[in-house]
């Protein structure tokens, strides 16, 4: 049976949580459809460590799908991210110590790779369920960004892995409440979010996205 790895990641910036982690962690031992499988897994928020721990739970499981999710505190939707960029500069310290500064992620690298998930059908789908969700253009230069090079890195060179992405999500209201005026979602609203990503991820097929003409651009 076909398996979906997604991943969450550990609390960093002092929270207590990291509604990535707290999402995902719903999903273990789940199938999808009787046609999938799912295995998750906690990556740490560290620069080098969590590209590797990913790299060795994609060798290990030889998934079709990936999907990465990570915090994006104060963002409002589930952001669909849709390139990562081959540069880490970190605002604030990993959970290692680590603040790299303007350093290439894969050095030879191209400075981009898209997304791989269907976007498009993803954030119809997650709308017409009346879930907040918009496309997001940048996955930010701190762990997340360079997680999500990371997997595309990878998937580039492993076509079994079919389709591969990251999606940020809001705080969840309990951190949201240490944040005045930060937005937050609901587990019950980020769990079913999960699931129509899953579930929108399977049935659009890979050669064929359906030709959703839906904008999800920005005006700078
Ligand atoms: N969010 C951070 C790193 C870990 C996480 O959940 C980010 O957006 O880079």
């Not at 500069?89 to 350093?103: F, L, V, Y």
Request: proline letters at 7%; hydrophobic letters at 40%.
């Amino acid at each position: 049976m076909p398996t979906i790895l997604i991943t969450g990641f550990a609390p960093f910036n002092q929270e207590a949580i990291n509604p990535s982690w707290e999402v995902v962690k719903q999903f273990e031992g789940r199938q999808f459809g009787n046609t999938h499988q799912i295995q998750i897994a906690q990556l740490a928020c560290e620069f080098g460590h969590a590209i590797k721990q990913l790299h060795a739970l994609l060798d290990l499981h030889q998934p079709e799908i990936a999907i990465c999710i990570g915090q994006a505190g104060g963002r409002a939707d589930i952001s669909i991210e849709r390139i990562a960029i081959n540069i880490d500069d970190a605002r604030i310290p990993d959970n290692a110590g680590a603040q790299p500064i303007d350093e290439t992620i894969v050095v030879g690298g191209p400075a981009a790779y898209f997304s791989s998930l269907p976007l498009k059908a993803l954030l119809k789908n997650l709308r017409d369920n009346s879930i907040p969700a918009n496309i997001s253009q940048t996955a930010g230069t701190y762990v997340c960004n360079h997680v999500f090079y990371g997997l595309m890195h990878y998937a580039n060179t492993h076509p079994n892995l079919k389709r591969a992405g990251f999606v940020h999500i809001p705080y969840l209201p309990s951190q949201a409440c240490h944040h005045p005026g930060a937005a937050s979602m609901s587990m019950e609203t980020l769990e079913k979010a999960l699931s129509l990503l899953v579930e929108t991820t399977v049935k659009v097929n890979p050669s064929s996205d359906l030709p959703i003409k839906l904008s999800a651009g920005t005006i700078c």
